[in-house]
């Protein structure tokens, strides 16, 4: 296991994390002394990974996965978030909530290309305001919520609450297929 990471604040933490992570950070959450940037090893930028590399428990880390919701010709990009270890709900809970025909994931270079973040390390924080982003409940509650900084070098660390100040958010009840993992 590696040393407990430092927490960093991110006015202090600039190259760590995308222009669009820092900016959306500075001008939406009015908690933004409470968000950190955690300096990581690249190999254990997965939640998981994450979590059992540096002993953080994983009700404390959040993982984020883009899907790409489609009606015919029109296709909407939305984030998922919710603690690690859960399903998302996305052929039902995600799909009627897009208003999508289908639902999948959404093509990695269309995600890397339009959010200028790295794969494995995709957060919600700093996504184009047109995407929705849904939250399972569960990611409110957390005091000290890991989630990714946009670069595999780094997580944010921040109240899950603060979530709820990104623009787009829905908190979504049956998000997740099981309330516990």
Same mark, same amino acid.
């Given at each position: 296991?590696?040393?407990?990471?430092? &927490?960093?604040?991110?006015?202090?933490?600039?190259?760590?994390?995308?222009?669009?992570?820092?900016?959306?950070?500075?001008?939406?959450?009015?908690?933004?002394?409470?968000?950190?940037?955690?300096?990581?090893?690249?190999?254990?930028?997965?939640?998981?990974?994450?979590?059992?590399?540096?002993?953080?428990?994983?009700?404390?880390?959040?993982?984020?996965?883009?899907?790409?919701?489609?009606? @015919?010709?029109?296709?909407?990009?939305?984030?998922?978030?919710? &603690?690690?270890?859960?399903?998302?709900?996305?052929?039902?809970?995600?799909?009627? %909530? &897009? @208003?999508?025909?289908?639902?999948?994931?959404?093509?990695?270079?269309?995600?890397?290309?339009?959010?200028?973040?790295?794969?494995?390390?995709?957060?919600?924080?700093?996504?184009?305001?047109?995407?929705?982003?849904?939250?399972?409940?569960?990611?409110?509650?957390?005091?000290?919520? %890991?989630?990714? $900084? $946009?670069?595999?070098?780094?997580?944010?660390?921040?109240?899950?609450?603060?979530? *709820?100040?990104?623009?787009?958010?829905?908190?979504?009840?049956? *998000?997740?297929?099981?309330?516990?993992?």
């Amino acid at each position: 296991m590696s040393e407990i990471p430092i &927490l960093t604040p991110i006015d202090k933490a600039m190259g760590m994390v995308p222009p669009a992570v820092f900016n959306t950070v500075r001008d939406y959450l009015t908690s933004y002394k409470d968000v950190f940037v955690v300096k990581i090893n690249p190999e254990f930028a997965g939640a998981d990974d994450f979590c059992s590399n540096y002993g953080i428990a994983r009700e404390h880390g959040a993982n984020c996965v883009i899907v790409r919701g489609e009606r @015919g010709s029109d296709y909407t990009m939305a984030a998922c978030l919710s &603690l690690v270890g859960r399903k998302l709900n996305i052929n039902q809970v995600v799909r009627r %909530f &897009l @208003g999508a025909r289908r639902v999948t994931l959404a093509p990695l270079d269309d995600v890397l290309q339009q959010t200028n973040m790295e794969f494995g390390s995709i957060t919600v924080v700093g996504l184009p305001n047109s995407w929705p982003i849904l939250v399972e409940p569960d990611v409110i509650d957390v005091t000290e919520l %890991f989630i990714g $900084g $946009g670069y595999r070098q780094s997580k944010l660390c921040l109240p899950g609450k603060s979530i *709820l100040e990104l623009p787009n958010v829905a908190v979504i009840s049956d *998000l997740t297929l099981t309330a516990k993992s």
